[in-house]
C-alpha cells in the first residue's frame, strides 16, 4: 500500500509481476475495509470542493475534515445530490448531520441548497480562495476585452493574477510601467488588490468596508467588476460569517495538490472508482489493516 502511495499503480504491478487491475481490486479492498473503521462523531467542522478527474468537465466532490485536515468522503458529480450522498456516508461512520456546525464550500448554488437542506443547523462560510479567483478571473476578463485596443496587453496575464510581492522584479517593473498607463486593467486590478484588505479587518469594521468596496465596484464601469460585486452582494452573509469561523479551503486546496501529484504520476485513471480509492489513500489518514 505505500508503494501504491507513492508510485503508480502500473509500475508497481509491473514491479510484482501482476495485472495492475488486480491491484487496484486490492487497493479497492483495503481502503474500504479500512473506511468502515471510520469514526466521524467528533466531525463540526467541513471543508468541500470538486476536483476534475478526466478532461470534458469530469469532477469528483472531495469533502475534508477541516480540524484533522483529512478527507472523509469523496464521490462522483458536484451537483446537490453529492451532499445528500455525504451526510448518509456521515452517519453510517457514526457522524451526525445536526453536530456540523460550520461548512466551507465555494458559491455553487447545489452546495448551498444542499447544505441547506441536509445540514440546516450548519453555518455555512464562502470560501476566501474561490472569492478571491471570482475577483482575478473579472481582472482577466477586462484585460481580454481592452487588449483588442492596448496591445501592450498582450502576453501579460500572469501579472495581473498575482500580488506585486509575488512577482519577480522585472515583473514588477513591466506592471508599475502599465499601471501608469491609466488602463481599465489597472482599475480593475487596483479593486481586486482593495478586497485583500477586507480579509484583515476587526469584524466590526468589515460590513462597512465591504459596502463601500461593492459601491465602488458597481460604480467602476468595467462590466465584469460590476458583476463580480453583485456575486459577492448575493452572498454577503457566507463571506462576513468568515470572520466568526475562521475556516477556509486551504486543507482542500493542498488535498487536492495531492490528489492531482499522484493522477499526473499516473497519467490519469481508467474510472473515477480507482481515482476515490486512491484520494481516500493518499490523503484520507486511513489506518490500513493490512496482512501480516
Not at 481490486?25 to 470538486?50: H, I, P, T
Not at 468537465?57 to 458529480?77: C, S
Not at 448518509?88 to 455553487?108: F, I, P, T
Request: net charge positive.
Amino acid at each position: 500500500m505505500i508503494l501504491m502511495r507513492e508510485m503508480p499503480v502500473a509500475t508497481v504491478a509491473a514491479m510484482v509481476g501482476e495485472h495492475d487491475t488486480r491491484l487496484w481490486r486490492v487497493l479497492r479492498y483495503y481502503v474500504e475495509q479500512a473506511r468502515a473503521q471510520e469514526d466521524f462523531s467528533d466531525v463540526q467542522k467541513v471543508g468541500v470542493d470538486e476536483t476534475s478527474s478526466r478532461r470534458g468537465h469530469r469532477y469528483i466532490t472531495v469533502f475534508a475534515d477541516l480540524e484533522k485536515a483529512k478527507v472523509i468522503f469523496a464521490t462522483e458529480g458536484k451537483d446537490l445530490p453529492v451532499v445528500a450522498a455525504f451526510k448518509r456516508d456521515l452517519e453510517s461512520h457514526k457522524g451526525r448531520a445536526e453536530n456540523v456546525q460550520e461548512v466551507c464550500c465555494d458559491m455553487s448554488p447545489a452546495f448551498i441548497a444542499g447544505f441547506e437542506e441536509f445540514f440546516p443547523t450548519a453555518q455555512l462560510t464562502f470560501d476566501k480562495f474561490h472569492i478571491t479567483r471570482i475577483l482575478s478571473d473579472a481582472v482577466d476578463q477586462v484585460r481580454r476585452e481592452e487588449q483588442r485596443e492596448r496591445p501592450e496587453l498582450k502576453r501579460t496575464r500572469y501579472l495581473w493574477l498575482k500580488n506585486p510581492n509575488k512577482l519577480k522584479q522585472r515583473q514588477q517593473a513591466i506592471l508599475e510601467s502599465l499601471t501608469r498607463l491609466k488602463l481599465k486593467t489597472a482599475r480593475a486590478y487596483q479593486l481586486r488588490l482593495t478586497f485583500q484588505d477586507f480579509w484583515d479587518l476587526a469584524q466590526e469594521n468589515a460590513e462597512s468596508f465591504l459596502c463601500k468596496w461593492f459601491f465602488r465596484a458597481t460604480h467602476s464601469r468595467l462590466e465584469p467588476m460590476r458583476q463580480a460585486a453583485w456575486v459577492i452582494r448575493r452572498h454577503w452573509d457566507g463571506i462576513l460569517r468568515w470572520f466568526t469561523s475562521r475556516v477556509t479551503n486551504g486543507v482542500l486546496e493542498a488535498i487536492n495538490g495531492l490528489i492531482q501529484a499522484a493522477k499526473a504520476r499516473a497519467r490519469g485513471y481508467r474510472s473515477n472508482r480507482n481515482l476515490i480509492a486512491m484520494t481516500y489513500l493518499v490523503a484520507g489518514k486511513l489506518r490500513m489493516g493490512l496482512p501480516t
